[in-house]
Protein backbone atom coordinates (compact mmCIF):
# COMPACT_ATOMS: atom_id res chain seq x y z
CA UNK A 1 0.00 0.00 0.00
CA UNK A 2 1.46 3.54 -0.83
CA UNK A 3 2.54 5.99 1.45
CA UNK A 4 2.82 9.76 1.72
CA UNK A 5 4.94 11.59 3.59
CA UNK A 6 3.78 13.58 6.39
CA UNK A 7 5.65 15.38 9.49
CA UNK A 8 6.71 12.98 12.28
CA UNK A 9 5.03 15.59 14.53
CA UNK A 10 1.32 14.92 13.11
CA UNK A 11 1.24 11.23 13.73
CA UNK A 12 -0.49 10.74 10.32
CA UNK A 13 1.48 8.80 7.40
CA UNK A 14 -0.91 7.90 4.61
CA UNK A 15 -4.38 8.18 3.43
CA UNK A 16 -4.86 5.01 4.43
CA UNK A 17 -2.64 4.29 7.68
CA UNK A 18 -2.37 6.75 11.05
CA UNK A 19 -0.95 5.12 13.52
CA UNK A 20 2.76 6.15 14.21
CA UNK A 21 4.35 8.62 16.85
CA UNK A 22 7.65 9.64 17.19
CA UNK A 23 7.69 12.24 20.18
CA UNK A 24 9.00 11.33 23.28
CA UNK A 25 7.36 9.51 25.91
CA UNK A 26 6.69 10.76 29.15
CA UNK A 27 5.04 9.67 32.30
CA UNK A 28 1.48 9.85 32.40
CA UNK A 29 -0.78 9.31 34.76
CA UNK A 30 -4.19 7.29 33.73
CA UNK A 31 -6.43 6.98 37.20
CA UNK A 32 -8.45 10.03 38.53
CA UNK A 33 -8.91 9.66 42.18
CA UNK A 34 -13.02 10.31 42.22
CA UNK A 35 -13.23 9.78 46.48
CA UNK A 36 -15.09 12.90 46.51
CA UNK A 37 -15.72 14.41 43.12
CA UNK A 38 -13.06 15.49 40.14
CA UNK A 39 -13.14 16.31 36.52
CA UNK A 40 -11.50 16.05 33.49
CA UNK A 41 -11.92 17.98 30.00
CA UNK A 42 -13.56 16.74 27.01
CA UNK A 43 -12.62 17.65 23.53
CA UNK A 44 -14.24 21.21 23.42
CA UNK A 45 -12.55 22.05 26.88
CA UNK A 46 -15.75 21.67 28.70
CA UNK A 47 -15.55 19.80 31.78
CA UNK A 48 -17.62 16.67 33.02
CA UNK A 49 -17.94 15.92 36.82
CA UNK A 50 -18.51 12.50 38.61
CA UNK A 51 -19.56 11.83 42.08
CA UNK A 52 -19.81 8.05 42.70
CA UNK A 53 -20.45 7.84 46.20
CA UNK A 54 -23.86 7.00 45.86
CA UNK A 55 -24.23 4.73 43.24
CA UNK A 56 -24.53 1.19 42.40
CA UNK A 57 -21.16 -0.07 41.03
CA UNK A 58 -22.95 -3.17 39.61
CA UNK A 59 -26.27 -1.94 38.18
CA UNK A 60 -24.79 1.14 36.58
CA UNK A 61 -22.37 -1.19 34.78
CA UNK A 62 -19.72 0.77 37.02
CA UNK A 63 -16.22 0.48 36.64
CA UNK A 64 -14.39 1.39 39.48
CA UNK A 65 -10.90 2.48 39.08
CA UNK A 66 -9.54 -0.77 40.49
CA UNK A 67 -10.64 -1.41 36.89
CA UNK A 68 -9.37 0.55 34.78
CA UNK A 69 -7.79 0.39 31.35
CA UNK A 70 -4.40 -1.40 32.03
CA UNK A 71 -3.45 -2.53 28.61
CA UNK A 72 0.08 -0.73 29.28
CA UNK A 73 2.78 -1.99 30.62
CA UNK A 74 6.12 -0.81 31.77
CA UNK A 75 9.27 -0.20 29.55
CA UNK A 76 11.38 -1.71 31.80
CA UNK A 77 9.03 -5.09 31.74
CA UNK A 78 9.48 -5.20 27.87
CA UNK A 79 13.83 -4.81 27.50
CA UNK A 80 15.01 -7.71 26.37
CA UNK A 81 18.22 -8.20 24.69
CA UNK A 82 19.03 -9.57 20.83
CA UNK A 83 20.58 -12.76 22.50
CA UNK A 84 17.21 -13.71 24.15
CA UNK A 85 15.54 -14.16 20.94
CA UNK A 86 17.04 -14.94 17.69
CA UNK A 87 14.26 -13.45 15.38
CA UNK A 88 15.12 -9.72 17.20
CA UNK A 89 16.87 -8.86 13.87
CA UNK A 90 14.17 -9.89 11.36
CA UNK A 91 11.47 -8.01 13.46
CA UNK A 92 13.87 -4.84 13.58
CA UNK A 93 14.32 -5.20 10.14
CA UNK A 94 10.62 -5.38 9.25
CA UNK A 95 9.53 -2.61 11.31
CA UNK A 96 12.36 -0.76 10.21
CA UNK A 97 11.62 -0.98 6.53
CA UNK A 98 8.05 0.09 7.05
CA UNK A 99 8.82 3.28 9.71
CA UNK A 100 11.62 4.70 6.71
CA UNK A 101 8.83 5.61 4.46
CA UNK A 102 7.66 7.82 6.84
CA UNK A 103 10.80 8.99 8.88
CA UNK A 104 14.48 9.71 8.54
CA UNK A 105 16.36 6.77 8.78
CA UNK A 106 17.94 8.18 12.58
CA UNK A 107 13.88 8.16 13.57
CA UNK A 108 12.83 5.34 12.19
CA UNK A 109 15.80 3.06 13.93
CA UNK A 110 14.58 4.30 17.23
CA UNK A 111 11.18 3.47 17.01
CA UNK A 112 11.83 0.29 14.93
CA UNK A 113 13.63 -0.73 18.33
CA UNK A 114 10.61 0.41 20.43
CA UNK A 115 8.22 -1.56 18.32
CA UNK A 116 10.50 -5.19 18.32
CA UNK A 117 11.46 -4.84 22.09
CA UNK A 118 7.41 -4.71 22.47
CA UNK A 119 6.90 -7.49 19.82
CA UNK A 120 9.12 -9.93 21.56
CA UNK A 121 8.25 -9.40 24.90
CA UNK A 122 4.68 -9.58 24.10
CA UNK A 123 5.13 -13.23 22.07
CA UNK A 124 7.30 -14.43 25.05
CA UNK A 125 4.03 -13.48 27.28
CA UNK A 126 2.12 -15.33 24.68
CA UNK A 127 4.29 -18.59 24.57
CA UNK A 128 4.16 -18.64 28.48
CA UNK A 129 0.28 -18.10 28.45
CA UNK A 130 -0.08 -21.33 25.97
CA UNK A 131 1.93 -23.41 27.90
CA UNK A 132 -0.26 -22.92 31.02
CA UNK A 133 -4.12 -23.13 28.85
CA UNK A 134 -3.35 -23.59 25.54
CA UNK A 135 -3.15 -21.68 21.58
CA UNK A 136 -7.38 -21.58 21.25
CA UNK A 137 -7.62 -20.54 25.14
CA UNK A 138 -5.23 -17.54 25.51
CA UNK A 139 -7.06 -16.03 21.99
CA UNK A 140 -10.20 -16.72 24.05
CA UNK A 141 -8.88 -14.73 27.04
CA UNK A 142 -7.47 -12.07 24.64
CA UNK A 143 -11.06 -11.27 23.49
CA UNK A 144 -12.50 -11.03 27.24
CA UNK A 145 -10.13 -9.31 27.89
CA UNK A 146 -10.55 -6.19 25.36
CA UNK A 147 -14.08 -6.32 25.81
CA UNK A 148 -14.02 -6.95 29.50
CA UNK A 149 -11.25 -5.66 31.11
CA UNK A 150 -8.72 -7.12 33.86
CA UNK A 151 -10.62 -7.48 36.62
CA UNK A 152 -12.28 -10.98 36.67
CA UNK A 153 -14.55 -10.14 39.76
CA UNK A 154 -16.95 -8.10 37.20
CA UNK A 155 -15.91 -10.62 33.97
CA UNK A 156 -19.57 -12.23 32.75
CA UNK A 157 -19.40 -15.42 35.34
CA UNK A 158 -21.54 -17.94 32.63
CA UNK A 159 -18.08 -17.81 30.44
CA UNK A 160 -15.97 -20.75 29.98
CA UNK A 161 -12.79 -21.24 28.65
CA UNK A 162 -11.66 -24.33 26.98
CA UNK A 163 -8.32 -24.91 27.76
CA UNK A 164 -5.73 -27.21 26.26
CA UNK A 165 -2.37 -26.62 27.60
CA UNK A 166 0.43 -28.55 29.59
CA UNK A 167 -1.04 -26.87 33.31
CA UNK A 168 -4.80 -27.17 32.13
CA UNK A 169 -7.31 -28.83 30.31
CA UNK A 170 -10.71 -28.67 29.97
CA UNK A 171 -13.68 -26.03 29.83
CA UNK A 172 -12.83 -23.35 33.01
CA UNK A 173 -14.22 -20.55 34.33
CA UNK A 174 -12.50 -17.30 34.56
CA UNK A 175 -13.31 -18.11 38.93
CA UNK A 176 -11.39 -21.30 38.58
CA UNK A 177 -8.63 -20.10 36.27
CA UNK A 178 -8.12 -17.41 38.53
CA UNK A 179 -8.44 -19.73 42.11
CA UNK A 180 -5.84 -22.03 40.32
CA UNK A 181 -3.41 -19.40 39.88
CA UNK A 182 -3.15 -19.34 36.28
CA UNK A 183 -4.87 -15.69 35.79
CA UNK A 184 -4.19 -12.83 37.64
CA UNK A 185 -7.40 -11.27 39.92
CA UNK A 186 -7.33 -7.92 38.37
CA UNK A 187 -4.33 -7.31 36.17
CA UNK A 188 -0.61 -6.68 35.81
CA UNK A 189 -0.65 -3.41 37.50
CA UNK A 190 -1.99 -4.74 40.84
CA UNK A 191 0.01 -8.10 40.88
CA UNK A 192 3.50 -8.35 39.22
CA UNK A 193 3.71 -11.67 39.23
CA UNK A 194 4.80 -13.15 35.87
CA UNK A 195 3.66 -16.67 36.57
CA UNK A 196 -0.13 -15.89 35.94
CA UNK A 197 -1.79 -15.05 32.70
CA UNK A 198 -2.48 -10.89 33.30
CA UNK A 199 -5.74 -10.50 31.13
CA UNK A 200 -4.55 -6.74 30.21
CA UNK A 201 -1.07 -7.80 28.81
CA UNK A 202 -2.56 -10.71 26.75
CA UNK A 203 -5.62 -8.47 25.49
CA UNK A 204 -2.82 -6.03 24.53
CA UNK A 205 -0.39 -8.55 22.73
CA UNK A 206 -3.00 -9.79 20.56
CA UNK A 207 -5.22 -6.94 19.59
CA UNK A 208 -6.54 -7.69 16.74
CA UNK A 209 -8.61 -10.87 18.15
CA UNK A 210 -11.92 -9.11 19.84
CA UNK A 211 -12.08 -7.58 16.17
CA UNK A 212 -11.65 -10.84 13.96
CA UNK A 213 -14.25 -12.34 16.76
CA UNK A 214 -16.80 -9.72 16.19
CA UNK A 215 -16.13 -9.75 12.34
CA UNK A 216 -16.24 -13.21 11.96
CA UNK A 217 -19.18 -14.24 13.99
CA UNK A 218 -21.14 -10.99 13.21
CA UNK A 219 -21.97 -10.69 16.65
CA UNK A 220 -23.44 -7.39 18.06
CA UNK A 221 -24.42 -8.69 21.73
CA UNK A 222 -20.59 -8.89 22.93
CA UNK A 223 -20.60 -8.61 26.47
CA UNK A 224 -18.26 -5.54 27.44
CA UNK A 225 -17.39 -3.01 29.70
CA UNK A 226 -19.94 -0.54 29.79
CA UNK A 227 -19.33 3.33 29.99
CA UNK A 228 -21.73 5.25 32.26
CA UNK A 229 -22.57 7.40 29.79
CA UNK A 230 -23.58 7.51 26.04
CA UNK A 231 -20.22 7.80 23.84
CA UNK A 232 -21.54 9.90 20.14
CA UNK A 233 -19.10 7.93 18.07
CA UNK A 234 -18.94 6.60 14.62
CA UNK A 235 -16.81 4.23 15.38
CA UNK A 236 -17.88 0.74 14.43
CA UNK A 237 -18.37 -1.83 17.67
CA UNK A 238 -16.15 -4.22 16.67
CA UNK A 239 -13.12 -1.38 17.24
CA UNK A 240 -14.82 -0.04 20.60
CA UNK A 241 -11.84 -1.52 22.92
CA UNK A 242 -8.77 0.37 23.83
CA UNK A 243 -6.25 -2.25 22.40
CA UNK A 244 -7.97 -1.72 18.81
CA UNK A 245 -5.75 1.34 19.30
CA UNK A 246 -2.67 -0.77 18.05
CA UNK A 247 -3.90 -1.96 14.82
CA UNK A 248 -3.56 -0.27 11.73
CA UNK A 249 -6.45 2.47 11.77
CA UNK A 250 -7.13 4.35 8.73
CA UNK A 251 -7.06 8.27 8.93
CA UNK A 252 -11.08 8.40 9.70
CA UNK A 253 -11.32 5.56 11.86
CA UNK A 254 -8.04 6.66 14.28
CA UNK A 255 -9.94 10.09 14.64
CA UNK A 256 -13.02 8.38 15.49
CA UNK A 257 -11.24 5.96 17.93
CA UNK A 258 -9.04 8.78 19.80
CA UNK A 259 -12.68 10.33 20.39
CA UNK A 260 -13.93 7.27 21.57
CA UNK A 261 -11.16 6.12 24.09
CA UNK A 262 -10.76 9.58 25.67
CA UNK A 263 -14.63 9.66 26.26
CA UNK A 264 -14.93 5.78 27.29
CA UNK A 265 -11.85 6.33 29.46
CA UNK A 266 -13.44 9.49 30.93
CA UNK A 267 -16.49 7.22 31.59
CA UNK A 268 -15.18 5.54 33.86
CA UNK A 269 -13.40 8.08 35.85
CA UNK A 270 -9.79 7.59 33.75
CA UNK A 271 -7.91 9.94 32.01
CA UNK A 272 -7.00 9.59 28.81
CA UNK A 273 -3.14 8.51 29.02
CA UNK A 274 -1.26 9.37 25.57
CA UNK A 275 1.62 7.61 26.74
CA UNK A 276 -0.59 4.27 26.76
CA UNK A 277 -2.08 5.16 24.02
CA UNK A 278 1.01 6.28 21.74
CA UNK A 279 2.85 3.32 23.25
CA UNK A 280 0.05 0.91 21.30
CA UNK A 281 -0.13 3.30 18.21
CA UNK A 282 3.60 2.52 17.32
CA UNK A 283 2.84 -1.56 17.75
CA UNK A 284 0.26 -1.07 14.32
CA UNK A 285 2.80 -1.45 11.79
CA UNK A 286 3.49 -5.22 13.24
CA UNK A 287 0.14 -6.05 11.71
CA UNK A 288 0.62 -4.08 8.51
CA UNK A 289 1.29 -7.55 6.42
CA UNK A 290 -1.92 -9.08 7.65
CA UNK A 291 -3.99 -8.61 4.18
CA UNK A 292 -7.51 -9.88 5.85
CA UNK A 293 -7.16 -7.34 9.04
CA UNK A 294 -6.11 -4.26 6.32
CA UNK A 295 -8.74 -5.06 4.02
CA UNK A 296 -11.20 -4.60 6.63
CA UNK A 297 -10.14 -1.76 7.94
CA UNK A 298 -9.76 -0.70 4.56
CA UNK A 299 -13.62 -1.24 4.15
CA UNK A 300 -14.09 0.84 7.31
CA UNK A 301 -11.89 3.59 6.12
CA UNK A 302 -14.14 4.18 3.25
CA UNK A 303 -17.59 3.80 4.77
CA UNK A 304 -17.11 6.06 7.77
CA UNK A 305 -18.28 9.36 7.86
CA UNK A 306 -17.11 11.35 10.76
CA UNK A 307 -19.72 13.23 13.61
CA UNK A 308 -18.39 16.72 13.83
CA UNK A 309 -16.08 16.03 17.03
CA UNK A 310 -14.20 13.67 15.32
CA UNK A 311 -13.99 15.27 12.58
CA UNK A 312 -12.46 18.39 14.91
CA UNK A 313 -9.21 15.99 15.92
CA UNK A 314 -5.80 17.09 15.12
CA UNK A 315 -3.92 14.59 16.83
CA UNK A 316 -0.99 17.07 17.10
CA UNK A 317 -3.48 19.15 19.50
CA UNK A 318 -5.17 16.23 20.25
CA UNK A 319 -1.76 14.56 22.19
CA UNK A 320 -0.45 17.91 23.40
CA UNK A 321 -3.94 18.50 25.15
CA UNK A 322 -4.13 15.29 27.00
CA UNK A 323 -0.28 14.85 27.74
CA UNK A 324 -1.48 18.56 29.91
CA UNK A 325 -4.40 16.69 31.63
CA UNK A 326 -2.27 14.39 32.88
CA UNK A 327 0.15 16.49 34.28
CA UNK A 328 -2.70 17.90 36.15
CA UNK A 329 -3.86 14.66 37.78
CA UNK A 330 -0.14 13.28 38.04
CA UNK A 331 0.42 16.57 40.38
CA UNK A 332 -3.07 16.35 41.73
CA UNK A 333 -2.16 12.90 42.97
CA UNK A 334 1.32 13.20 44.00
CA UNK A 335 -0.45 16.10 46.65
CA UNK A 336 -2.48 13.99 48.00
CA UNK A 337 0.18 11.07 47.87
CA UNK A 338 1.70 13.56 50.13
CA UNK A 339 -1.23 15.04 52.61
CA UNK A 340 -2.39 11.48 53.38
CA UNK A 341 1.83 11.11 54.31
CA UNK A 342 1.55 14.00 56.59
CA UNK A 343 -1.76 13.25 57.97
CA UNK A 344 -0.59 9.39 58.92
CA UNK A 345 3.06 10.73 60.32
CA UNK A 346 0.57 13.11 62.53
CA UNK A 347 -1.64 10.51 63.60
CA UNK A 348 1.00 8.17 64.67
CA UNK A 349 2.47 10.75 66.66
CA UNK A 350 -0.78 11.37 69.03
CA UNK A 351 -0.82 7.75 69.11
CA UNK A 352 2.60 7.66 70.44
CA UNK A 353 1.89 10.36 72.91
CA UNK A 354 -0.98 8.85 74.20
CA UNK A 355 0.66 5.39 74.74
CA UNK A 356 3.43 7.27 76.82
CA UNK A 357 0.69 9.86 78.76
Not at 231 to 253: D, F, H, R, S
Not at 337 to 350: C, F, Q
Request: glycine letters at 4%; one cysteine or more.
Amino acid sequence: MPHTPESSDQLVHSTARCHDDSSEDSNGYAIVDNSSESSTEDEEGDSAKYNTSDEDEESFGYVSKDDLEEEHICDDDEEVTSEQNTDYLDFLIEAYDSLLSRYNSKQAVALASRVTFRRIYQRSLIQEAVKLVGKDAVRELAIIGSSQGSNTKKINKTIKVTCSGEVMKGDKTIKQLVQSDIISQKGSKYDSSNKKIHLNLIAAAIPHAAFQYMNDTQTTDIVRKKPRHSIETTLPLQLQYLEAGALPLGTKTRKAHLHWSSQFLKSINCTFNPNIYKKNMRQAVVYENMEWLTERLDDIEGSLTLNTKENAIDSKQFFKKHYAIAQKVRAKAAKQNEEGKKKKTRADRRKSQNATG
